[in-house]
């Protein structure tokens, strides 16, 4: 089996594929609120955007919070807990969550083939529940 891909079928794929994306009061990294009135969430940033049948596959419910873990072959833990479950219309399969909250996760070496850039719409990712009780580190 690759090291970074579970076996579905005839296709090898990660558990999920998280892009990382700017919110409605963001600027590149600069961050100027909370809200994100795009896609309805406000006073927070911690937020995992997640198909409501993929949560509903994994046991989970809107409001959960859970950990994010990279999957990755170079043998180092990347991982980032607490993040919020908010359902929403994503592809199956697919997750979003804002940066640079979620910068921890991009591995250095994976990088576009062409351009060299961190593949940051693309970090192969395993959600659990979390067991952190207070992980909420932005006001």
């Known amino acids: 089996m690759p090291p970074c891909r579970i076996r579905y079928g005839k296709v090898w794929k990660p558990p999920f594929t998280l892009q990382t994306l700017r919110s409605h009061d963001q600027y590149n990294t600069t961050i100027y609120g909370l809200d994100d009135r795009y896609r309805g969430v406000y006073g927070q940033r911690e937020v995992l ?22 999957i990755w072959h170079d043998g180092i833990t990347r991982k980032v807990s607490g993040f919020k479950l908010v359902a929403y219309d994503i592809p199956r399969g697919n997750l979003a969550a804002y940066y640079p909250e979620t910068n921890p996760l991009v591995p250095l070496s994976s990088v576009g083939d062409d351009t060299g850039t961190p593949t940051s719409k693309s970090v192969p990712v395993k959600i659990s529940r979390s067991e952190a009780e207070n992980t909420r580190r932005i006001a």
């Not at 955007?49 to 990279?70: A, C, R, W």
């Open 49 to 70: 955007f997640i198909h409501p049948d993929d949560m509903g596959e994994l046991g989970l419910n809107d409001g959960d919070k859970v950990d994010i873990e990279t």
